[in-house]
């Protein structure tokens, strides 16, 4: 049960039902040599069932020049089974761009920290225009990712909190999870990438039980599809969730941190690539 539940009864419906998720990014081909916003698909793997479409909110110029460290917004909306869009579920925000000009290099002070936002239903801004990462409104905030001070040295690391109420019937940050990568990382497109979330104790320490809580995993399987990824934005993971008694804003909030990280580092590994550079997932 969350302690502050923001998401409607049929969005938790669905989060927690399901245990394991693929999410499935839309091949995407520039038009007039203009990058395209993102979209995905997220599926039950078990069934294959499509749940949830989601597109990408961002500025065409700080798209085509900042990316992928531009300010996006990403709104979630659940699909029926014909794969019509029928509510929103959750808004996911990450500031970038020229607020944010030290995204995705070392993390020495907060400014230079891919950081998101997951509010429940669809967010927008005070004057009601789509997008606009870093204004929107923060009342319906069900949770947070953040890379930390240091970013995890040579390990990535994310940490991962949801909202719970004070004494003085305020709300405030506890961090539940941490994302934990391989050591050295490097964004390689041609096999599975697996990040551990591992739960945070009461006492602030790390469960030394790797990914007790899920598990997250990057593909390809197949040179094949590397070879595909390196050619057009087309990505593919799979989110495994171990523990039952994780939440369902808990789950959304998993998920977020999950395009958080496609945007932190394998977005950044595939435009390297297309240059014809080595991409690295940097923190």
Known sequence: MDAIPLIDAQTAAILGSVQKYTVQQHDKI???????????????????????????????????????????????????????????????????????????????????????????????????????????????????????????????????MDRTPTADHEFADHEFARVIGPTLFRAVLCCDQSFAVKRVNKDGSVSVDVGDIATITKKPKSMMGAMRQMLIDSDLYELEVHDPAVTPQQRATLIGTLFMMDYMFFERDRSASKNGAAGAGGV
């Not at 395209?36 to 085509?64: D, F, G, H, K």
């Not at 089974?81 to 995204?103: D, H, M, Q, W, Y």
């Open 30 to 160: 520039s038009v007039n040599c203009v990058e395209q916003p993102n979209t995905y698909t997220i599926y039950n793997l078990e069934t294959q069932q499509a749940l949830i479409r989601v597109e990408e909110q961002s500025e065409c110029c700080t798209r085509c020049f900042c990316a992928p460290n531009h300010s996006v917004v990403l709104q979630f909306n659940a699909l029926d089974p014909s794969g019509n869009a029928i509510f929103p579920v959750i808004t996911v925000e990450r500031e970038g761009g020229c607020s944010k000009p030290c995204l995705g290099g070392f993390v020495c002070m907060d400014c230079c920290a891919n950081e998101a936002f997951i509010h429940a239903g669809s967010v927008v801004q005070a004057d009601g225009q789509p997008g606009g990462a870093g204004k929107l409104p923060r009342d319906r905030v069900i949770g947070r990712a953040k890379v930390p001070i240091l970013g995890g040295g040579l390990t990535p690391t994310i940490q991962v």
